[in-house]
């Protein structure tokens, strides 16, 4: 995901905010913990429209981080398809990982997704090279992978589910929705649905890992079609199931039966 960025509608509220009234209400002052979950979200990269929804494909990092998170593996692949060389691919993945690097400094945008992919694909390059495996290549983002769940089953027994940190955030909930048992529910699911895409990967690829040269191509595939694509459609979907029940309004008063009242 990308790095923070200044989000001029992080104060404006939209159709998913609960709460949501025609008539503006007394000012509050955000609670400390309202605005750790506001810097939570920011830090994780995500991001709203301009009418108070999530935007999943910026929270993904745009066009041009889902490129930079898939290309090194891309070109891996491509290259070590073509020449069975292990050294030689492992350095087209590296320079292709720099090559956005180079580009962010040219457009002087904020470094940290670029440079956090050079050191992934360093590391897995590396593991790749001293094992001397090609699948190996892909090996670090298993245990990555598993980061990621344990601490999002964790977040959910402990009823501070990441979804609700994050899309909190976006609706304009900061924490009040801990104190809604059926909103805590609705967020626990929403991370269900998250740690389930994570653990589909690991279903899916692992075993194509442990098949050694000959899964290689698949599990290169996999990889790149249950990267950012499968992301953005769970938290999308995590996002849907999630959204607060719109506001009942008020009951207009009804005029009672019987005669009218004598003058």
Do not use: C
Not at 195 to 211: D, E, F, S, W
Request: no cysteine.
């Amino acid at each position: 995901m990308t790095a923070p960025q200044p989000d001029p509608s992080a104060g404006s509220q939209g159709p998913d905010t609960p709460g949501h009234a025609g008539t503006p209400g007394p000012a509050q002052e955000p609670s400390p913990m309202a605005g750790l979950a506001a810097e939570y979200a920011a830090k994780a990269g995500l991001h709203r429209t301009h009418d108070g929804r999530v935007d999943v494909l910026r929270s993904a990092g745009g066009i041009q981080g889902i490129a930079e998170s898939i290309a090194p593996g891309l070109v891996f692949l491509v290259a070590f398809t073509v020449t069975r060389e292990l050294t030689l691919s492992l350095v087209a993945a590296l320079a292709a990982a720099a090559v956005f690097t180079v580009v962010r400094l040219v457009q002087r945008k904020p470094l940290t997704q670029a440079l956090a992919g050079v050191v992934g694909v360093g590391i897995s390059a590396w593991l790749a090279n001293t094992t001397g495996k090609a699948e190996d290549f892909y090996l670090p983002g298993f245990f990555t992978n598993a980061g990621y769940i344990l601490a999002m089953v964790l977040s959910i027994f402990l009823k501070w589910p990441v979804a609700g940190l994050l899309f909190g955030f976006i609706r304009n909930e900061g924490l009040d929705w801990r104190k809604d048992p059926a909103r805590v529910k609705a967020y626990q699911l929403g991370t269900w649905i998250i740690v389930a895409v994570l653990a589909l990967r690991l279903a899916v690829q692992v075993p194509l890992y442990l098949m050694g040269p000959d899964g290689l191509a698949a599990l290169a595939t996999t990889r790149l079609i249950m990267g950012a694509p499968l992301y953005i459609l769970g938290v999308w979907i995590a996002w849907l199931v999630t959204r607060p029940a719109p506001a009942q309004p008020a009951p207009e008063s009804q005029p009672k039966d019987g005669p009218a009242a004598a003058d």
